[in-house]
């Protein structure tokens, strides 16, 4: 159990150097096959992986890894939170109209506009785990796949006379999360061009 234990920590360790700290993850792994021997296999993981968590901010792939996390977990999973409770809040309240035929058609595409948000809240899940893969043609996929959910849902909801004020608030918050995945893609961008520039120097 501690053998296994200690190799999962090795490998989160090696894989968080990232690829410009290759060199470094190699000698780590050679080294820890030596701490198998001696019995301290799990101690030494658990230093490299301290090692290699520091590391982490001091290299500028480090920090684009890092703010993609960021923006991961603290903007587009809540986001996702935020579209199934609007589509479990917008079921409930669908059909209130006084006027019976609205409420009708309301009931009618009741199914639809449950289907769009529950789209809105997966598609946000599918692109946070895109984002932190650095995947960026997953991004734009999934990125048109939200915008054309949210332009549908507009028509809609505008249509049935249904309240939109929450959902030109999530509009606003969706031009935000792109502007931010953009600057992450220039990011990773850079740092591409910088690599390739240096082993054409070298």
């Known amino acids: 159990m501690t053998q296994a234990l200690a190799k999962a920590v090795m490998t989160l360790a090696t894989a968080s150097l ?57 903007l587009l999973i809540p986001m996702a939170v935020l579209q199934f409770a609007q589509a479990v809040g917008v079921t409930l309240t669908i059909g209130d109209s006084q006027n019976p035929y609205l409420a009708w058609s309301q009931l009618t595409a009741a199914p639809i506009l449950l289907i769009l948000w529950v789209l809105l809240g997966m598609g946000h899940l599918r692109l ?35 309240d939109i004020d929450a959902l030109l608030s999530q509009a606003v918050a969706l031009a935000f999360e792109l502007t931010a995945i953009l600057a992450a893609a220039r990011g990773q961008a850079r740092l591409v061009s910088n690599a390739t520039v240096e082993v054409a120097v070298w």
């Open 18 to 74: 990232g690829e410009n700290r290759r060199e470094w993850a190699f000698a780590m792994e050679g080294e820890f096959a030596a701490a198998i021997e001696d019995g301290t296999s799990l101690a030494f993981a658990t230093g490299c992986l301290i090692a290699a968590w520091r590391e982490i901010p001091r290299q500028a792939e480090g920090r684009l890894v890092l703010a993609n996390y960021a923006l991961a977990l603290g």
């Open 128 to 162: 946070a785990w895109v984002l932190v893969e650095r995947d960026w043609l997953g991004v734009m996929r999934v990125g048109a796949l939200i915008g054309a959910a949210m332009v549908t849902l507009f028509l809609f909801m505008g249509v049935l006379f249904l």
